[in-house]
């Protein structure tokens, strides 16, 4: 198998950092905190549905999304969605990401943009 180069070695470890950074979160967070941010306005059994993940457990990951559980205990735990009645129905919780959670994803999504202070490469 040949050996990644350099700009891909140097997106993965932006995209590792940027993953990084959202400490406490595993994989079942970061599936869901990225099908909501593709797919605003969700309900909680949509999100369990979208992800094949148990209600039960699409619910414990969206309360630690919420940052309604402390999952690092060295730091207080950061809202990266909120859930809001629902325009449609008001009988219906929508999820949708923070400003915290959308500077997240940017994050995530941005891994190819250069930082601040460095050349830009061709595109």
Do not use: C, F, W
Not at 2 to 17: C, E, G, H, S, Y
């Amino acid at each position: 198998m040949p050996d990644i180069n350099a700009t891909q070695r140097t997106r993965l470890l932006r995209l590792k950092d940027a993953i990084a950074s959202l400490r406490g979160l595993n994989l079942d967070h970061l599936v869901s905190l990225l099908t909501i941010a593709a797919d605003p306005g969700l309900s909680v059994n949509e999100l369990a549905e979208k992800t094949n993940t148990p209600q039960a457990s699409t619910s414990r990951y969206v309360a630690v999304l919420a940052g309604r559980y402390q999952t690092d205990a060295a730091e207080p735990p950061i809202a990266l969605v909120t859930q809001e009645i629902s325009a449609d129905d008001p009988r219906r919780r929508a999820l949708y990401l923070t400003p915290e959670g959308h500077q997240a994803i940017m994050a995530i999504i941005n891994v190819d943009e250069p930082t601040s202070g460095t050349e830009g490469e061709a595109a």
